[in-house]
């Protein structure tokens, strides 16, 4: 099961961080991502790191602003969000799947399961 938290409304420029709490998974070779869905727009993956050696990617728009970590004593997966503006806007949704190539991927099709999502509104 996967819950997020920390989503809500901020101004263009500020930060939030979010987080994915995890129960019923180890990190080891494990693929958390966080993904994103605007309205009228395709979801897309934004960050995500693999549980085995703490490696991870980010989308172009995300490089240098968000910073995806894991905390293994909460089996919790943290997004920090800085320099936010309105096309950052959207749904947030964390997802993991096993990935036993040892790297992470943002192909939805490979991601077993899904939180239900917080909001994040930039104005």
């Known amino acids: 099961q996967l819950v997020e938290s920390g989503g809500g409304s901020v101004q263009a420029g500020g930060s939030l961080r979010l987080s994915c709490a995890a129960s019923?998974?180890?990190?080891?070779?494990?693929?958390m991502a966080w993904f994103r869905q605007a309205p009228g727009k395709e979801r897309e993956g934004v960050a995500a790191i693999y549980g085995g050696d703490g490696s991870a990617i980010y989308s172009d728009s995300a490089k240098g602003r968000f910073t995806i970590s894991q905390d293994n004593a909460e089996k919790t997966v943290v997004l920090r969000m800085n320099s936010l503006n309105p096309e950052d806007t959207a749904m947030y949704r964390c997802g993991v799947y096993g990935a036993y190539a040892g790297k992470c991927s943002f192909r939805e099709d490979y991601y077993d399961y899904w939180g239900p999502g917080t909001q994040v509104t930039v104005s």
């Open positions: 019923g998974y180890t990190y080891n070779r494990n693929c």
